[in-house]
């Protein structure tokens, strides 16, 4: 049971991370600030370490990390979207300030849904959503 658990937290950790990094990579084609451009570059090179660890996490149990294309497609469509009348750098902002949310959200719920994991899934899940927290208040003053 408790191997059941720790699956799932560290799946969701690794997909939280990699919708971060496909959004990122999506947006910065559209980012002319070059602060702003700078803070995501380096939020990215961040959220990949944690996909990163997730699927080294996810091989231990067996588990080969699988890339939802749907999801990837779904995510794409939006920021354009999202970003198609409205390319400014407060707006970008608030679209990765709740993209951020959103992921701490889905970690909490998985979290709570599965208290027997393991340290290692446990800690990785907290540090990520720590380091979401960060995120969104370093974005605040593109807003």
Known sequence: MQNDQEIKVLKE??????????AIDVLMG?????EFAYELTAQR???????RKAEAGLWEHGLA???????????WGSIQANTMLNISTPHVA??????????????L?????????GSFANELAEELMDFEEENIERLKKFL
């Open 13 to 22: 950790t690794r997909r939280n991370a990699s919708m971060a990094v496909n």
């Open 30 to 34: 559209k980012i002319y600030n070059q």
């Open 45 to 51: 090179n961040r959220f990949r370490d944690f996909e």
């Open 65 to 75: 990390p699988r890339e939802s294309g749907l999801e990837k497609a779904m995510l």
């Open 94 to 107: 608030d679209m990765v300030i709740q993209g951020n949310s959103r992921g701490i959200t889905e970690l």
């Open 109 to 117: 719920k998985v979290k709570h849904n599965n208290k027997n994991t």
